[in-house]
Structures are given as structure tokens and as C-alpha cells.
């Protein structure tokens, strides 16, 4: 059964910015806040195993960590891939 739910004491440049934020969706005032509430209790994980949840990463979260491991960057893969069909092909 749906919820009726209300927030009080919005700040007036708060309303203001999710006014201009639901207009750029072009979704009501309404649909916004709902999907600002689905987005912000959407889960950020994956159940690996019952119970069991490993945290999913956003894009930049996945480079930031990626540079940390690799800080000059990796190898290119046009040489790796190189080297294997050549080494399929029998070429020097």
C-alpha cells in the first residue's frame, strides 16, 4: 500500500534547486523526489552468496582505484595482443 510521506521546512533555495532539477528531467516535482528516494535506497551491492554482499563500484570509484594500483598506467594492449597472434602465427 503506498505512503503518503512529507518533509517539512524545506529550505527556499533547496526547493528552488530540486524545482530546476525535476524540470531538467522533465519530470514533476513529485516523480523527482520519488526517484531521488529510489536512487538514494537502491542497493550498491550484490548478493555474492545468501547474505553475503560485495560492494559494486561506480565508474569513477573503479578508476580512482585503478590508478592507485597502477599509478603509471598499464602496458598497451595493441603490443600484448601483437605479441599473442604472433606467437599463433609462428611470426618474429
Known sequence: MPLNLSIKNVPDDLAQ???????RNHRSL???LLALLEQ???TRSTEVAP?????T???EE????ARLLFPDG???SVDFIRQLRDQRT???
Open 90 to 92: 609462428g611470426a618474429a
Open 30 to 32: 513529485q516523480r523527482e
Open 74 to 76: 598499464t602496458p598497451s
Open 57 to 59: 563500484l561506480s565508474i
Open 51 to 55: 547474505g553475503i554482499r560485495r560492494p
Open 17 to 23: 534547486l530540486l524545482r530546476e532539477r525535476a524540470a
Open 40 to 42: 538514494a535506497v537502491a
Open 62 to 65: 573503479a578508476v580512482a582505484r
